[in-house]
């Protein structure tokens, strides 16, 4: 270490658009915070470069002459450290490349700090004219990169060896309970062995776990990308290999250029095994929902995966939604609350692996949750931040009313025959208008009964006398009636499924009722790609709906339906429900609306700033609460969060996958929007997938022809991500 008056340290970062998110500035931060405090302070001067391409590395060594170099970011083991290329991209840069430059500079440079995912294959080739290196052995998660810059700074803060550094640096992972204080490695010199005598497999002592499996197992680990969520995937990801077992985690398996939404589609199909970190964010995204229902779809057709939730700080008496609900009743989950719990998790699944196992399943819970929860909840005395995502509670302070089409609702609950049909891509807020227009119900003394049909298995919706008779059953089981009486009264012999079902409905729900009957349908859109089923059951909601009108008994009933206009099928309107009643078509916000939400999240915006996030995502319920949930809680600025929110490592990351995901399922659908997303000006496009992509709040209709929505987040996202086969 040379003991010269000043030390230049220069710290590079590179996070490339499309990869996975890291905390690097906090990296640099408590790097340049723990040289400030330390006792010799005046003898290091630091120089920080981020969004690093790979052309800068060269000039930022000329331009600062340092002799400590760190670099924190991605790595891809042989292929390269990851910097960006002039838009941004991901840019590789493989080990002959940095040898060689490092060579050049071999007399100025000391030490050269890695603090990348598998990073050792660089490290060895720069080690090679560098006294001192650290690489990374394998994958680190966020937390121990971190752990181990604070370490080795703070002993050269205090005029220690770069070999001693770098042992405090590993101890300081460890210190924090994390277990990978083994993957950074220390190279000089003089001491290079070749790569083969020294990645030996990374063995840590765990209670009870075997790293010799009977065979191997395919395994996919479904995580988000905060922690602890990450840094618990990446010590799974680390002990899995480790057992021998191969292991897929988006993050660490993508590689640059790689179709992100075909791959993840294929390596469900291929795993054996599917690990689903469950907290609070990951219960309320699209993405996870979407993971999960293929998931269970392909275990009913192939037997596997084997799905394993695991709640990350998320109790077990915490409702999931709906759609989450419906598709893990039956089945295991484990709890995470602290690293004390991860060996002892980490045991019971490589237990599994090795034996090609699945815990054993739990019983079916037949009774569906309400829609709402915690009707009686008091008003909050200031509007404490809530995480947007799913039914936003009664008593919540985040609620928009969106008039008249609320009134109007409630108004027609109370009219006999009165049918509402709520209608409005995802994320628009059509549960909990539904969860008020019940809630009303109830203040009227009317009997309610509200059906989530996310909480209905898809194999019930294949045959309609099944269907039916649940459908029966669960209204009876809410009104007090026992489902038992479906089964004594139904004559299959004499009666179609419709036929019975209207007749039960009758004479044995309506008949004795002396108030009216509310009947919520959620998620009615589910039912849909079973179109034998859809058209029956829709045609009976709809004569149920005409009978209201001159039938005494049936007048009793009153329907309020929500489906989403993302999953529309085009039906005979003389056979749906889709042509009656008060069709109710969610809004966006308009500008004092989203200036209200401004307000109640406690931020003092002018209308520059609400026209700044208008511009980019309109006045969508859920993108424009999600925008003021993050910036209200510090986790970004409005001018961060509008550099990054067309891309994936911005907040709305996950909403535009889910869009791409959907568009990639349909070819011909994508083929449309590209032509849409190509030019400014409106497009015409064939009469169906102009109507499908305004349902899937993509587009707006202008006569016959269509432009994007939301310009600023979808044009520059959509151009750079569809990319259709001539």
Not at 681 to 708: D, R, Y
Request: glycine share 6%; proline share 5%; charged share 25%.
């Amino acid at each position: 270490m040379n003991n010269g008056s000043i030390q230049k340290i220069l710290l590079l970062a590179a996070n490339p658009i499309g990869s996975r998110y890291l905390r690097l500035g906090e990296e640099m931060r408590e790097i340049e915070e723990g040289l400030k405090r330390s006792r010799n302070r005046e003898r290091y001067s630091i120089v920080t470069a981020q969004a690093v391409r790979y052309r800068d590395i060269h000039r930022a060594i000329l331009e600062h002459e340092p002799q400590i170099i760190h670099f924190s970011g991605h790595g891809a083991g042989e292929e390269g450290l990851v910097f960006e290329d002039e838009t941004g991209a991901a840019k590789l840069v493989d080990a002959e490349a940095l040898a060689g430059l490092f060579q050049l500079f071999s007399k100025q440079v000391e030490c050269v700090v890695l603090n990348a995912c598998y990073s050792q294959v660089q490290a060895e080739a720069i080690a090679q004219h560098i006294p001192c290196v650290i690489g990374m052995k394998k994958a680190i998660g966020d937390r121990a990169a971190i752990e181990f810059a604070v370490g080795f700074y703070d002993a050269l803060g205090a005029n220690k060896s770069y070999e001693f550094a770098y042992k405090l640096g590993c101890n300081a992972i460890r210190t924090a309970g994390i277990l990978e204080q083994d993957i950074p490695t220390f190279l000089q010199a003089a001491q290079i062995e070749p790569m083969s005598a020294k990645a030996q497999p990374l063995q840590r002592a765990l209670p009870s776990i075997s790293t010799t499996p009977i065979t191997s197992q395919r395994v996919f680990i479904s995580y988000r990308s905060q922690q602890p969520d990450a840094g618990l995937a990446q010590e799974f990801y680390n002990q899995l290999v480790t057992a021998g077992h191969e292991v897929f985690m988006a993050g660490a398996s993508i590689s640059w250029g790689q179709n992100w939404v075909e791959r993840i589609d294929e390596e469900l199909k291929r795993c054996d095994y599917f690990l689903l970190l469950l907290s609070e964010q990951s219960a309320s995204s699209d993405m996870v929902a979407g993971e999960v229902r293929t998931a269970r779809e392909l275990q009913a057709k192939l037997g596997k995966p084997v799905i394993l939730p695991v709640r990350i700080n998320l109790p077990f008496d915490d409702p999931l939604n709906y759609e989450l609900r419906s598709f893990l009743q039956t089945i295991q989950q484990r709890q995470w609350q602290s690293d004390a719990d991860t060996p002892v998790i980490l045991s019971e699944i490589l237990s599994l692996l090795s034996t090609g196992s699945a815990p054993k399943p739990l019983a079916e819970e037949i009774t569906p949750t309400a829609i709402v929860g915690k009707q009686d909840r008091p008003p909050l005395p200031v509007a404490e931040l809530e995480l947007p995502g799913g039914t936003i509670q009664l008593a919540s302070q985040f609620y928009v009313q969106r008039e008249p089409w609320e009134s109007r609702s409630l108004e027609q609950m109370e009219k006999n025959a009165g049918l509402i049909r709520i209608k409005a891509p995802r994320q628009m807020g059509k549960t909990s208008l539904l969860a008020r227009i019940c809630h009303r119900a109830t203040e009227q003394g009317y009997r309610t009964a509200t059906l989530d049909f996310l909480e209905t298995d898809e194999t019930i919706f294949e045959d309609l006398t099944v269907f039916l008779k649940r459908f029966c059953a669960l209204i009876s089981r809410k009104l007090g009636i026992s489902p038992r009486k479906v089964s004594e009264f139904w004559d299959e012999e004499l009666f179609g499924p419709k036929e019975n079902c209207n007749d039960y409905f009758e004479q044995c729900i309506l008949v004795d009722l002396t108030v009216p009957l509310f009947l919520g349908l959620d998620e009615l859109d589910r039912l849909f790609p079973y179109n034998a089923v859809a058209k029956e059951f829709l045609a009976l909601l709809r004569s149920w709906n005409e009978k209201a009108k001159v039938n005494e008994t049936w007048a009793k009933l009153r329907m309020a339906i929500a489906h989403s206009t993302e999953s529309y099928v085009v039906m005979d309107t003389n056979s749906s429900p889709f042509n009656v009643g008060l069709a109710v078509e969610l809004p966006e916000f308009n500008q004092e609306q989203v200036l209200d939400l401004v307000a109640r999240h406690g931020l003092s915006w002018e209308e520059e700033e609400t026209r700044q996030l208008m511009e980019m995502v309109g006045g969508h319920p859920y993108l424009v609460r999600l925008a003021l949930y993050h910036i209200a809680q510090g986790d970004l600025t409005l001018t961060q969060l509008l550099a990054t929110a067309s891309t994936d490592a911005g907040i709305y990351g996950e909403h535009l996958r889910r869009h791409l995901w959907n568009l990639q399922q349909n070819p011909e659908l994508a083929a449309a929007f590209q032509k849409v997303v190509a030019t400014d000006k409106p497009v015409c496009l064939p009469t169906m997938s102009a109507f499908k992509l305004n349902g899937m709040g993509l587009v707006s209709l202008q006569g016959n022809e269509v432009i994007v929505r939301h310009e600023s987040l979808y044009r520059p996202y959509f151009q750079s991500r569809l990319r259709i086969r001539e």
